[in-house]
T-cell receptor
């Protein structure tokens, strides 16, 4: 069966510091991968998606970036965090556009 | 433009009551997919159901049932005989087909409905 891992689970970082969140999927090949952010108020916002190694599409302009160095690894990064980057970050995978997405446990990021 | 509206921000019921969560969507595509997710206090989103636009058959899974009506662009979710463990935020989501280029299954979420089931 497929599983999705995210780490760390929680993170407190000062403004201006770098960020690296990692997501890995097991049990499937060539999945679509997604990063979402959920800010206070519960709405989920798609940040990035990837359909293959090295292929990243950005949905919203921001100081975040994503990379997919391996088939089942998806990394969310920032060179300098802003207060507005605080939120709950969720990674997800799917078999393709017509299929449901399965979410990881999430990373709760607080920028101070 | 695509949009998902969950007009009910919060609902509170007493255990064993039935409750219906509303979802209205907008899409320009003729092929699309609708989803419901549950987010318990732990935070992880749990997939509940996927429905294709060409399949209007309602679905029942245990105490859960879903009513899909294309005529009113609605995909409502009913929990029968609610239980305390049903307390969570429930999200309705839309994924358009690929007719408009490269959406790759990106989900458009509603803002969610927080359901509280009291004992």
């Amino acid at each position: 069966s497929q599983t999705i891992h995210q780490w760390p689970a929680t993170l407190v970082q000062p403004v201006g510091s770098p960020l690296s969140l990692e997501c890995t999927v097991e049990g499937t090949s060539n999945p679509n991968l997604y990063w979402y952010r959920q800010a206070a108020g519960r709405g989920l916002q798609l940040l990035f998606y990837s359909v293959g190694i090295g292929q990243i599409s950005s949905e919203v302009p921001q100081n975040l970036s994503a990379s997919r160095p391996q088939d089942r690894q998806f990394i969310l990064s920032s060179k300098k965090l802003l207060l507005s980057d605080s939120g709950f970050y969720l990674c997800a995978w799917s078999l393709g556009g017509a299929f449901e997405q399965y979410f990881g446990p999430g990373t709760r990021l607080t920028v101070t | 433009a695509q949009k998902v509206t969950q007009a009910q921000t919060e609902i509170s019921v007493v255990e064993k009551e039935d409750v219906t969560l509303d979802c209205v969507y907008e899409t320009r595509d003729t092929t699309y997919y609708l989803f419901w997710y549950k987010q318990p206090p732990s935070g992880e989103l749990v997939f509940l159901i996927r429905r294709n636009s060409f399949d209007e058959q309602n679905e029942i899974s245990g105490r859960y049932s879903w009513n899909f009506q294309k005529s009113t662009s609605s995909f409502n979710f009913t929990i029968t005989a609610s239980q305390v463990v049903d307390s969570a935020v429930y999200f309705c989501a839309l994924s358009e087909g690929l007719n408009y280029g490269g959406s790759q299954g990106n989900l458009i979420f509603g803002k969610g409905t927080k359901l509280s089931v009291k004992p």
